[in-house]
């Protein structure tokens, strides 16, 4: 490993509490590693595993995703749905031979600039103790079903306070 090497990381943030604090981890001028790509998605139950998958196969070291914490997501149920989705994921990308700190998922609000920076660090952190990923092949594109709608009784397992 190169010793100037430092790792390619995107984060996909969700837009109504993640990417909030980021900006105001910026306005704040708070550091953190200038590695970390920030994307902004509508919702951490959004997230599409594809989206993950594109960024390993095209060279990112590591994937973090972020949303609201649980209860708190502006769609109600969106973070449990990206929680449950995400852990297959993870467990998944296990499975194709990834260690799992390359792929962590986050909960972060708006008001938590701080909580930001310092998890942005650490999963650089992480991530350059494991060097570079060298993918022997490409992780191939899944087929994920379809984002369930609340009427499907996808989201069965939320606590009823939730829905409410």
Same mark, same amino acid.
Not at 150 to 159: E, K
């Given at each position: 490993?190169?010793?100037?090497?430092?790792? $390619?990381?995107?984060?996909?943030?969700?837009?109504?509490? *993640?990417? *909030? @604090?980021?900006?105001?981890?910026?306005?704040?001028?708070?550091?953190?590693?200038?590695?970390?790509?920030?994307?902004?998605?509508?919702?951490?139950?959004?997230?599409?595993?594809?989206?993950?998958?594109?960024?390993?196969? $095209?060279?990112?070291? @590591?994937?973090?995703?972020? @949303?609201?914490?649980?209860?708190?997501?502006?769609?109600?149920?969106?973070?449990?749905?990206?929680?449950?989705?995400?852990?297959? =994921? $993870?467990?998944?990308?296990?499975?194709?031979?990834?260690?799992?700190? +390359?792929?962590?998922? +986050?909960?972060?609000?708006?008001?938590?600039?701080? $909580? =930001?920076?310092? *998890?942005?660090?650490?999963?650089?952190?992480?991530? +350059?103790?494991?060097?570079?990923?060298?993918?022997?092949?490409?992780?191939?594109?899944?087929?994920?079903?379809?984002?369930?709608?609340?009427?499907? @009784? &996808?989201?069965? &397992?939320?606590?009823?306070?939730? *829905?409410?």
């Amino acid at each position: 490993m190169p010793e100037d090497w430092e790792p $390619k990381i995107v984060a996909f943030c969700c837009h109504w509490c *993640t990417y *909030t @604090g980021a900006d105001l981890a910026g306005l704040n001028r708070m550091n953190y590693p200038a590695n970390v790509r920030v994307l902004r998605i509508p919702c951490s139950g959004r997230m599409n595993p594809q989206y993950a998958i594109e960024a390993i196969n $095209k060279g990112c070291d @590591g994937v973090l995703v972020c @949303g609201c914490h649980p209860g708190d997501c502006h769609y109600a149920t969106g973070n449990y749905f990206a929680r449950r989705r995400m852990m297959v =994921f $993870k467990r998944l990308l296990e499975y194709e031979g990834l260690e799992p700190e +390359r792929f962590q998922v +986050r909960w972060i609000s708006g008001a938590e600039a701080g $909580k =930001f920076r310092d *998890t942005v660090m650490e999963t650089v952190e992480q991530v +350059r103790a494991l060097g570079p990923l060298n993918l022997t092949r490409e992780i191939p594109a899944l087929e994920f079903p379809p984002m369930p709608d609340d009427d499907d @009784g &996808a989201f069965d &397992a939320v606590p009823e306070e939730v *829905t409410q």
